[in-house]
């Protein structure tokens, strides 16, 4: 038996010595080390053999065993220091070289679209509102009261607006209108805003409607200002974003807001004014409401109607895109659909 476990020592090391890398070294141990290994089988044998030699044959199976461990330890030692050198060489960076871009997604077509509208009205003159002046979360006074919408008001009605439980005066705003009383409250003219942002309305969504979307809206108010000079911008605005070759067309309308009103209609973009489904047969598409300042919304901000004159307008940022990209249906800005997305 002793030469048994001499003859595996011998054999075992010979193994070590001429392992190639850590997976061969692993297969060795393995071999002799394991419980399955034949200096296992022979340590628990050791009961079978005669007394007398169980203390030599079992110091010389745990001397052997322990040497093993340490041999395969060694060279495992040594893999590892070059296996791990090799690594670091292979996997080398030159630090000097330029970065490579990985771009990290696009700006969302509703993002892309305010960008527009916005970056039109600013070269026209108008300045964003600020974000203290335009709360998603509004008492009934911003978004009704000073807006001259009487209590009576369908849109005041809790079906077609959104109010906190528990606050009948507080309520999820309808519209940014708030953000153009509360700056001429806290400005004096001229005043020449615009003021996009999200708004909330009690709607069953649909193809062509959602309970929220976004809005821009604006205001100038200033001596002398006229219906002529609010034609003049909101064609310019829509010469710019739809194309010089555009035509569009006034019609008379009615809001609280403003006196007189009109809504503003381009010409529809699928059937170029011959009359189609999108358009309903008439050859127009609207894109936005408008009007004169009421002389009451002046005076309830504090703004003398007698000297003070201005107009306000206000367009749906989802509607106008989907008007400019040929999208059927609304719900597809809001559902995250990449594959929606990438088309931008």
């Known amino acids: 038996m002793e030469d048994k476990i001499l003859k ?12 190639k890398n850590s997976k061969e070294l692993e297969d060795v141990k393995n071999k002799y080390l394991s419980r399955q290994s034949e200096l296992n089988t022979m340590k628990k044998g050791l009961k079978d053999i005669e007394p007398a030699l169980r203390p030599k044959i079992g110091a010389l199976t745990n001397e052997v065993f322990k040497l093993l461990e340490s041999e395969i330890d060694k060279k495992h030692q040594n893999f590892y220091k070059s296996e791990l050198n090799e690594k670091l060489q292979s996997e080398k960076i030159d630090v000097t070289l330029d970065g490579t871009f990985n771009p990290f997604g696009k700006v969302h077509p509703l993002s892309s679209t305010i ?19 335009s709360p998603e979360v509004e008492v ?4 009704f009261d000073l807006l001259n919408v009487p209590k009576e008001h369908p849109a005041r009605d809790v079906q077609d607006t959104y109010y906190c439980y528990g606050a009948d005066n507080i309520v999820l705003r309808s519209h940014t209108s708030n953000a153009q009383v509360r700056q001429m409250l806290n400005s004096a003219p001229p005043v020449k805003i615009i003021s996009p942002g999200r708004v909330y309305r009690n709607e069953s969504v649909s193809a062509r409607k959602n309970n929220f979307f976004h809005q821009v809206e604006g205001l100038y108010v200033d001596k002398g200002v006229t219906f002529a000079h609010l034609k003049g911008v909101l064609n310019e605005f829509i010469r710019q974003y739809f194309g010089a070759n555009r035509p569009t067309r006034f019609r008379n309308s009615f809001f609280p807001f403003t006196e007189p009103s009109a809504e503003i209609d381009v010409q529809c973009i699928v059937c170029q004014g011959k ?6 047969g008439t050859g127009w598409l ?4 408008s009007g004169m300042v009421d002389p009451n919304v002046l005076k309830d901000a504090g703004i003398d109607p007698d000297v003070y004159s201005g107009f306000a307008f206000g367009m749906g940022v989802e509607r106008l895109a989907m008007l400019k990209y040929a999208i059927d249906d609304i719900r597809l800005f809001f559902n995250n659909d990449e594959r929606f997305l990438k088309q931008f």
């Open 286 to 289: 609207e894109i936005l409401g």
């Open 140 to 143: 009934e006074k911003y978004n």
């Open 115 to 133: 960008n527009e509208i916005v970056e039109i009205f600013e070269h026209l003159g108008f300045s964003i509102i600020e974000n203290k002046y």
């Open 8 to 19: 595996i020592k011998e054999t075992a090391l010979a193994d070590i010595e001429n392992a």
């Open 275 to 280: 009359g189609c489904s999108t358009c309903s």
